[in-house]
């Protein structure tokens, strides 16, 4: 009897199951709650001090952040899915690999803060709140969609997000404004303004820049430094590829942005910087897009395919957060797969509803022109083509 | 009597006082009281934290008004003159006109870009540029150009209070002009609704439709005209978007007979557009004489006196195209 029961929990400790995945109950004693790592060391800039070296990562953290960088890269792969079959049209630019940088930064302020970024958004849509499912509508252009089906990739919108922006650098400007906003009303809160390394070589980023530091607005910039601006990498672009020295008079910090724990501490570190009143500051993340820059994009020709593979290997977001998990008895490797299931329905669902559901009604198509406005007529292809227009 | 700036400055002044959200930020707008005086008076009454000089730096400036505005507040961006909004002209049309539209009505954006626009006097070719046309042109903003004191107030007044992005397009020669006030004007409630022309002067031989300082050359041209018999009838637009046509067609309905005068380049202008639309509605079955336009010279505007002031319309250019019109 002692011998079956021996070889029975020896087998469960040895991670090798006979029950169904489903149901892995085994003794809770087999996790732990909590566990702490290391975090790299950031290079600081004009910064006596950084983020802490270590963190500790709760259970329910550590599950919630694997689902939902599992969610964002699934999302990702599918919209690559649906737009290789057209649902989707015009531009699509994906961010699978860069999932630590959404999930981190969300897990490294307030919901009551405010985030804006570029064009490659659809990861902070979903960490900021929206629904796959309203995303993926959005993408496919429906009804369903968080804007309608007006704005299409580039244009999603919630609260406190403020999307979503087509035009390189422009919500460099953008966020300091949302910053201004936030020290005007004297609310502690913050806002995260994220561009890109392309973007960093935008003149209206340094305006951003010179402005948030002469008022002290509570501004995080955020240079997501994905080693390309579209097919141009950072040596091709900048002068000064440290982009986190980039804001001259202001402090910055260096961040691993493929270690999910290390983004949210160095958020966490830049947000309380700023809430503090000392103005804003500068945060590099070091990441990287396994997609090419958009879906008209194969990525190879400017970088190789090994170097691609090599990131995916050695740097996967999601595998760094699962193998500290399962090192650290944290989680189980079937609990982590039965996540993979759920997140892969949510998808597939999500996918469902954005290919069936109906396309907006012409005759909104001119809505929304103005806000609290009297009803008016919008004009047509010609003059007596005439829709209605609601605000 | 209240002067065109001071008007401005009035209306600002009331809606900074109204609402606490409503702030000032442009190049010298605080400590140099405006570089056209326009907000004077206002950084001794309100402070740093609602009138805010902002350094040269348009595209940057605008683009934080519109976050701030996307955020919130209700900021007033003021371009020194609008040639420097070309700067900042994608912060303007695609950060804030489209943004509404875009967000499916989810993100609105309250703001107000103001300055002077068009010529003035002896500023050459780069600080002369009407930008009616161009902003006129796109779906999502409105735009305002007022003429006399009444105008310049109750318009900013209306755009402030706006929840849309509203450019209102000031003209520095009309700063300094005075004009007699309404009791209603006086009033801190004084607003004039943004898409509503007003006709200055009735008339029944033919209508002058005009936006800005050219209204004032139209009322010129109607009082010389008058001794000669003949009464014309003069709109103020007020607004150029969304344009009111059916105030324009009315009055072509009656007169059978129109003349746009604009300051701004013909190609493309106001104009242009009032004529397109005049064809496509009821009034066309009512013109005895094809529509005529009187504007600015289709040049850059040349620094020179005699060539600048055969650049703009005058009001002899008014009157020549009037008789030639009514075949006189």
């Known amino acids: 009897m002692r011998k079956m029961l021996a070889a029975a929990v020896s087998r469960v400790l040895s991670g090798v199951t006979q029950k169904p995945a489903s149901r892995v109950l085994v003794a ?19 910064l006596e001090e950084g983020p802490p070296v270590t963190t500790v990562l709760t259970r329910e953290d550590g599950l919630k952040y694997y689902r939902m960088m ?32 959404c999930v981190g930064l969300e897990a490294g302020i307030n919901p ?16 900021r709140g929206l629904s796959v499912r309203s995303i993926l509508s959005e993408l496919t252009g429906r009804r369903g969609g968080c804007a309608k089906g007006k704005g299409g990739s580039m244009h999603m919108y919630v609260k406190n997000f403020y999307g979503g922006n087509g035009i390189v650098g422009a919500q460099g400007p953008l966020g300091a404004g949302v910053a201004l906003a936030c020290k005007y009303k004297g609310n502690k809160e913050v806002c995260l303004t994220l561009y890109g390394d392309g973007a960093a070589n935008q003149g209206q980023i340094a305006e951003a820049h010179n402005m948030a530091a002469l008022w002290k607005l509570p501004c995080v910039f955020i240079c997501e430094n994905n080693l390309y601006g579209m097919g141009t990498s950072v040596e091709r672009a900048a002068a ?89 008895k944290l989680a189980t490797i079937e609990e982590l797969k039965e996540i993979d299931v759920e997140v892969r329905k949510e998808i597939e669902d999500a996918a469902q509803f954005a290919t069936t559901d109906t396309e907006p009604p012409l005759e909104e198509l001119g809505h929304h022109i103005y806000c609290d406005t009297p009803p008016f007529e919008v004009r047509g292809a010609n003059q007596w083509i005439k829709f209605k227009s609601l605000g | 009597q209240v002067t065109v700036r001071e008007a401005i400055n009035q209306g600002m002044d009331e809606e900074l006082e109204r609402d606490e959200k409503v702030f000032l930020l442009g190049e010298e707008v605080a400590q140099y009281d405006g570089a056209y005086k326009v907000s004077r008076g206002l950084w001794k009454k309100y402070g ?42 994608d912060q303007v049309i695609n950060s804030a006109a489209k943004t509404y539209y875009m967000s499916g009505g989810l993100q609105s954006v309250p703001i107000v870009f103001r300055g002077p626009n068009g010529a003035s006097a002896g500023v050459a070719a780069q600080h002369s540029q009407c930008f009616a046309a ?54 801190k409630d004084f607003l004039i609704p943004i898409g ?42 007020r607004t150029i978007r969304p344009m009111d046509i059916e105030t324009i067609e009315a009055s072509v309905m009656k007169t059978n007979h129109l003349i746009t005068v604009e300051g701004g380049w013909p190609q493309f202008g106001v104009g242009a557009e009032i004529c397109a639309r005049i064809m496509e509605g009821p009034a066309f079955n009512f013109l005895d004489a094809p529509a005529v336009r009187v504007t600015g010279a289709d040049v850059p ?8 002031d055969n650049s703009v319309p005058q009001v002899k250019d008014i009157i020549f195209a009037i008789k030639k019109t009514l075949n006189i």
């Not at chain 1, 969610?71 to 699978?96: N, P, S, W």
Request: charged content about 25%; proline content about 4%.
């Open chain 1, 70 to 101: 599992q969610t964002v890269r699934r999302m990702e792969l599918k919209a690559d899915q649906l737009y290789k079959q057209k649902f989707i049209r015009g531009f699509c630019h994906l961010c699978d690999g860069q999932e630590a940088c």
């Open chain 2, 301 to 308: 505007m040349p620094y020179a006196k005699i060539l600048e």
């Open chain 2, 134 to 187: 161009w902003y006129g042109h796109c779906p999502g903003l409105k735009v305002v150009s007022p003429w006399n004191s009444e105008d310049a107030k109750g318009l900013i007044k209306s755009a402030i209070r706006d929840n849309n992005p509203v450019v209102v397009l000031e003209n520095e020669l009309m700063y300094g002009v005075p004009f007699e006030f309404s009791s209603e004007a006086q009033s």
């Open chain 2, 48 to 89: 740093d934290k609602r009138i805010i000089d902002t350094p040269i730096s348009e595209m940057g400036f605008a683009g934080i008004a519109v976050g701030a505005a996307m955020a919130g507040l209700r900021p007033i961006c003021e371009f020194m003159t609008f040639n420097f909004s070309m700067q900042a002209i």
């Open chain 1, 28 to 46: 809770s004693c087999n996790y732990s709650k909590v566990a702490t790592f290391p975090i790299k060391k950031c290079d600081l800039y004009r």
């Open chain 1, 240 to 328: 000064s590829t440290d982009y986190y020295k980039r804001g001259h008079f202001l402090p910055g910090l260096k961040v691993d942005g493929m270690d999910v724990l290390g983004v949210r501490e160095a958020t966490k570190f830049a947000a309380d910087y700023c809430r503090s009143g000392k103005g804003p500051i500068v945060m590099e993340l070091q990441t990287y897009r396994y997609h090419g820059h958009s879906m008209s994009d194969p990525g190879i020709s400017y970088r190789s395919r090994e170097e691609v593979q090599n990131v995916r290997r050695k740097s996967d977001p999601i595998m760094l957060l699962k193998d500290r998990m399962v090192n650290s």
């Open chain 1, 112 to 127: 009551t803060d405010h985030v804006i970024t570029s064009y490659r958004a659809h990861g902070l849509c979903y960490t």
């Open chain 2, 196 to 237: 509503k022309a007003k006709i200055e002067r009735q008339g029944t031989h033919i209508t002058l439709v005009s936006h800005s300082r050219p209204v004032g050359h139209c009322l010129e041209a109607a009082m010389v005209l008058s001794k000669e018999g003949i009464e014309c009838e003069v709109i103020n637009m």
